[in-house]
């Protein structure tokens, strides 16, 4: 009886792979309209935080800095809470993201930098603080710069928003 049956399955075993080769080639025949379509495939931009605070004195931005004087001017009106690394303007830009805030609490992060087919997208984060967190009272302009190599691309910066809670809610 056991040979019977292995008997069998060896009889069929050759229809298998013709059977396989049928369904691939219908898989690739069918595949080939959705190859047509382009797809936009981000690619990662490597960046380096310069420095990041809570206190400036500018409105909100998002903005590139390719020249050493216009970061002068913007050094001058932020207060990192370490001092900015050097930048070397022929080869690097900045990218620096502001908010401003009535309360303590908040935080901005630079997330990701990404160069697609229509420049570079800058994605930063804007992190709020919860209800249940105890906050100090004053206004502020919470900020961070990176640096990144130059690049004449158009830029487009989305700001995504987080709530922090300072109770554990589980």
Same mark, same amino acid.
């Given at each position: 009886?056991?040979?019977?049956?292995?008997?069998?399955?060896?009889?069929?075993? &050759?229809?298998?792979? +013709?059977?396989?080769?049928? #369904?691939?080639?219908? /898989?690739?025949?069918?595949?080939? %309209? !959705?190859?047509? $379509?382009?797809?936009?495939?981000?690619?990662?931009?490597?960046?380096? &935080?310069?420095?990041? +605070?809570?206190?400036?004195? #500018?409105?909100?931005? /998002?903005?590139?800095?390719?020249? %050493? !004087?216009?970061? $002068?001017?913007?050094?001058?009106?932020?207060?990192?809470?370490?001092?900015?690394?050097?930048?070397?303007?022929?080869?690097?830009?900045?990218?620096? /993201?502001?908010?401003?805030?009535?309360?303590?609490?908040?935080?901005?992060?630079?997330?990701?930098?990404?160069?697609?087919?229509?420049?570079?997208?800058?994605?930063?984060?804007?992190?709020?603080?919860?209800?249940?967190?105890?906050?100090?009272?004053?206004?502020?302009?919470?900020?961070?710069?990176?640096?990144?190599?130059?690049?004449?691309?158009?830029?487009?910066?989305?700001?995504?928003?987080?709530?922090?809670?300072?109770?554990?809610?589980?």
């Amino acid at each position: 009886m056991i040979y019977s049956s292995q008997r069998l399955l060896w009889h069929r075993l &050759p229809v298998l792979p +013709g059977s396989l080769m049928i #369904i691939m080639l219908l /898989a690739g025949c069918l595949g080939t %309209a !959705e190859q047509d $379509t382009e797809v936009s495939i981000a690619e990662a931009v490597a960046f380096e &935080p310069l420095g990041r +605070g809570r206190q400036a004195r #500018i409105d909100s931005t /998002a903005r590139a800095i390719r020249d %050493a !004087e216009t970061w $002068t001017t913007y050094q001058d009106s932020l207060r990192p809470l370490l001092p900015f690394k050097d930048v070397n303007f022929e080869q690097e830009m900045v990218l620096l /993201a502001a908010q401003p805030v009535t309360t303590g609490g908040y935080d901005l992060r630079i997330e990701v930098v990404e160069r697609t087919d229509e420049g570079l997208t800058i994605r930063y984060r804007l992190f709020t603080p919860g209800e249940d967190c105890r906050v100090t009272m004053g206004d502020g302009v919470v900020f961070q710069a990176v640096r990144l190599a130059q690049s004449d691309a158009a830029l487009h910066f989305e700001r995504e928003q987080e709530t922090l809670h300072c109770t554990d809610t589980r």
